[in-house]
């Protein structure tokens, strides 16, 4: 064992084994006649996202190099991929159309028309008619600055133009068929609610070209977020719903009487639907269910008996489930999961046998004896609350820190800011973790994962609240001799950098450096230039605008940025549609201005979050450096040279 310096260890995760591994982005899985099929991320392929399928142990691409399965509904996408029997629907990148593939190695064709402008008509969230002739989806228009949306429908076979056969809200989602394809369910909601806020519930018959009749409102409302409506295969109708502060699973039985199948208080089945196409629950064969159940941000396996409502665990080590991969089918459970030893991967279980098998891996498989394994922690909040994070130290088999020396600390802030962070294996965290810093992921007041009213907690504190518990957090860490509050930093990306920036300005000395990725310096800003899918979110984040415009001044890091005093990194995509890059150059002004250590990274092609490999590595290394720069220390790796402004 080699004693030496925090920050200065040896690693074999290097920053170009981080950005090639596959992303942990999978989503669309089915698994159908011994094959599972689903989408994956590659950074390697510029970020692209492919239709894999695993048969036989082998795996094989279902779209040519030349397509991108991603859709920009809501700009965040999600549900770009749907299947029926063997064919494959997907919407492509470029130009937003709608393709069918009915068989490997043939062209896809589109079955969408070409629309007016490129991108102008996008498509996500099909369903596919049990008869596989109509496609139910949501489509997203875009027209001289308006954006509409609404449900269409179409041949399958692209024969004719898709109809408008559901609008009036502002949003939709899971268009649903009953297996009997006589009846179709979806979810609407309307601004300024987000989906987790409130949603309703459809319900109507359905005609063989889409049409529908007799629609009715079944469920939900503006204080209660109804999530992933599914057909049960015999044909009952059930949804989530946080109607007791935790999403549960319930039935709409034949009397139309509501039934909870779960009564889960303290944990849930169900996640912020931030994307397309969420599956938290998937029906198995023999009439139970599959369940994801989240209890304090960790996730578990379960099997769900509808009878007698009781949930079972499987016994699987997996802590952290991808909220897009879950499916059934033939007897075994597919899903994407991760362990805090486990990298991500898609994993074919068996739960009789309980047989595991590995379909698709996104890491080699570590050197358990330098994974740093996280742990749970609670702290008080300045204002005697209590916060939750998951704390990783530094591990590394092959050295130990000085006994007079604490490390450094990387304070992780997640986005959304309605989102949450889970106990799991990141090659990211850990090419940290085995340098000698240790990290430490936040799940401030406002985080999913503990419930609605945890939630519900940043309502109206956006700005104010999350950066201070994650100051908190910081001086917990310090207070118990973990973590050198002199070499600690704060980073996040999107609401992450809110989070970042606001601590920079508003508490000067928390911390020592901060690392922004396309995070947010002008709330008001936001409010009036975002994407339709957030452009009402802030009004329950901060209060509604412009009648709060002063408060939304109050709580924007732009206009107090004569208070930084610690050095920043700006990471940011030119093509960010989220959070557009003059945000970032707003920061970079007021910092050149007062000589203040600063580095800034403009990657073109790149929007909200990095999706090519270059760039992800060269996002790692630059904050590497920057961090060792400016606290006084020299990493193991032989780093892409970085010009620091203002660093003597």
């Known amino acids: 064992m080699v004693v030496q310096a925090y920050g200065t260890w040896k690693s074999a995760i290097d920053a170009g084994t981080v950005a090639r591994a596959p992303s942990p982005r999978f989503g669309a899985l089915d698994v159908r ?7 994956e991320s590659r950074a390697s392929e510029g970020g692209r996202t492919a239709i894999v399928e695993w048969r036989d142990g082998a795996l094989s691409d279902l779209i040519p190099s030349g397509f991108n399965a991603r859709t920009r509904v809501h700009e965040y996408g ?46 996500a969230d099909g369903a596919v008619s049990p008869d596989g002739r109509t496609i139910v989806c949501v489509r997203e228009r875009h027209d001289g600055g308006e954006v509409t949306n609404e449900l269409v429908a179409f041949p399958s076979d692209g024969s004719s133009a898709p109809r408008v056969v559901a609008s009036g809200h502002d949003f939709f989602a899971a268009p649903r068929f009953d297996p009997s394809g006589k009846r179709l369910s979806w979810l609407s909601w309307d601004h300024p609610r987000m989906p987790w806020d409130g949603t309703e519930l459809w319900l109507a018959d359905v005609a063989p070209d889409g049409a529908l009749s007799d629609a009715q409102r079944i469920t939900g409302g503006p204080a209660e977020s109804i999530i992933e409506p599914r057909w049960s295969p015999d044909g009952v109708l059930h949804f989530g719903s946080d109607r007791n502060g935790f999403w549960n699973v319930y039935r709409l039985d034949t009397d139309d009487s509501e039934r909870s199948l779960t009564a889960l208080v303290g944990s849930e089945v169900g996640s912020p639907a931030w994307v397309f196409d969420m599956r ?7 009439g139970r269910i599959a369940c994801v159940v989240t209890r304090a941000a960790t996730d578990s396996l379960e099997i769900l008996d509808p009878q007698s409502g009781k949930l079972e665990p499987v016994g699987l080590r997996y802590t952290s489930y991808a909220p897009t991969a879950l499916a059934a089918g033939g007897g075994q459970i597919a899903f994407a999961a991760a362990s805090p030893t486990d990298p991500p991967a898609i994993v074919l279980f068996d739960p009789e046998s309980g047989r595991e098998q590995q379909v698709r891996s996104t890491f080699d498989a570590p050197d358990r004896a330098s994974v740093s394994v996280p742990r749970a ?5 300045r204002d005697g609350a209590v916060a939750h994070a998951f704390f990783y130290p530094p591990q590394n088999a092959g050295f130990e820190g000085p006994a007079d020396e ?14 949450h962070t889970s106990p799991r294996f990141s090659p990211e965290v850990q090419y940290y973790t085995q340098r000698g810093i240790g990290v430490v992921d936040v799940n401030y007041r406002g985080s999913s994962g ?11 504190r956006w700005g104010e609240i999350d950066w201070q518990d994650c100051v908190s957090v910081a001086e917990h860490l310090a207070a118990e001799g973990l973590a050198d509050p002199a070499r600690t930093w704060v980073e996040g990306g999107s609401a992450g950098g809110y989070v970042v920036l606001c601590a920079l300005v508003f508490d000067p000395k928390a911390f020592a450096a901060g690392v922004s990725l396309f995070g947010v310096a002008d709330a008001e800003a936001l409010a009036r230039d975002t ?8 009004d329950t984040m901060i209060g509604p605008y412009p009648a709060r415009a002063a408060l939304y001044r109050e709580r924007s890091p732009v206009h107090f940025a004569e208070q930084l005093e610690r050095p920043l990194l700006l990471l940011q995509g030119l093509d960010d549609k989220v959070v557009p890059p003059s945000q970032a150059e707003m920061m970079v002004e007021v910092l050149d201005d007062k000589h203040i250590p600063h580095a800034y990274l403009a990657f073109e092609g790149e929007g909200h979050g990095f999706r090519k490999e270059q760039n992800i590595r060269r996002t790692l290394e630059a904050t590497l450096l920057f961090i060792g720069r400016v606290f006084g220390f020299s990493p193991a790796d032989d780093l892409e040279p970085l010009e620091i402004a203002h660093l003597d």
């Open 531 to 538: 994407h339709k899918f957030e452009s009402r979110y802030l």
């Open 280 to 286: 938290r629950y998937a029906f198995l064969d023999d």
């Open 450 to 460: 503990y419930g609605r009213a945890y939630r519900r907690l940043l309502d109206g």
């Open 406 to 419: 604490r490390p450094p600390l990387r304070v992780i802030c997640h986005g959304g800011p309605t989102g």
């Open 78 to 123: 999600g549900g770009a991929v749907f299947y029926h029997g063997d064919v494959v629907f997907f919407s492509a990148f470029a130009g937003g159309r709608l393709y069918c593939s009915e068989r490997r190695g043939t062209d896809p064709v589109a079955i969408t028309p070409e629309p007016p402008e490129l991108n102008s008509l996008r498509y």
């Open 33 to 39: 006649g011994g094959a599972v099929r689903f989408t």
């Open 377 to 381: 922690i609670q702290f008080c909040t």
